[in-house]
């Protein structure tokens, strides 16, 4: 029975070691096929033309509500 549980958990640890190094691996390479990023600061644009937004106004709330009306059911 001891013998079940310890193939279990070096199972986990297997399984998981493997996930981390994939998961590692991925990440290096994606980092190799990006261009390297020049540490250059480039300025942002002066904005000449101002900026607009639209505003909604909010809607008042009813003050006057209609009679409820009555629902007869069938027997």
């Given amino acids: 029975m001891f013998i079940?549980?310890?193939y279990l958990f070096l199972t986990f640890i297997f399984c998981f070691i493997?996930?981390?190094?994939?998961?590692l691996a991925y990440l290096g390479i994606?980092?190799?096929k990006r261009?390297?990023?020049t540490e250059e600061k480039k300025l942002p644009p002066t904005k000449t033309e101002p900026v607009?937004?639209?505003v909604e106004k909010k809607r008042a709330?009813?003050?006057n509500y209609s009679e409820?009306?009555?629902i007869e059911f069938k027997k």
């Fill in 52 to 54: 607009y937004y639209i």
């Fill in 18 to 23: 493997l996930v981390a190094v994939i998961k």
């Fill in 35 to 37: 261009p390297a990023q």
């Fill in 4 to 6: 079940g549980i310890l």
């Fill in 61 to 63: 709330r009813k003050t």
């Fill in 68 to 70: 409820p009306k009555e």
């Fill in 30 to 32: 994606t980092t190799l």
